[in-house]
C-alpha cells in the first residue's frame, strides 16, 4: 500500500497534514489511512488527536468527511518530514 503526503481538509474545516493511503473496506467503512497526522494550526503543525490516543500509524477516517486533498508547499512538506523522523 502506497501511501503520500497531502494536505487534508476535512469536511469540518480542521486542516491536517499526513501521510494518506487508500485502503479497501466495506461500504460505510473508514476507507483512507492516517499515518502519522498533523493538524495545522496558526501556522503551527501539532499532532492530529495526540491527546486521545497513542496512536500514529492507523488513523482511519472515511473519504466523505473529506472535503479536498492538495499537496503541500516545499516548506511545509519539510517542517513535516523533520517532525515524523
Known amino acids: 500500500m502506497e501511501s503520500e ?10 486542516i491536517i497534514i499526513s501521510r494518506i493511503a487508500a485502503v479497501v473496506s466495506e461500504l460505510g467503512e473508514p476507507d483512507c489511512k492516517l499515518i502519522n497526522p498533523y493538524q495545522i494550526m496558526d501556522g ?12 500514529t500509524d492507523a488513523i482511519m477516517i472515511s473519504s466523505d468527511k473529506i472535503l479536498t486533498l492538495v499537496d503541500p508547499k516545499d ?8 517532525l515524523i523522523k
Do not use: A, F, H, M
Open 75 to 82: 516548506t511545509l512538506l519539510n517542517d513535516y518530514l523533520t
Open 5 to 14: 503526503v497531502q494536505v487534508i481538509v476535512l469536511v469540518s474545516g480542521t
Open 44 to 55: 503551527k503543525l501539532i499532532p492530529w488527536l495526540d491527546e486521545l490516543t497513542d496512536s
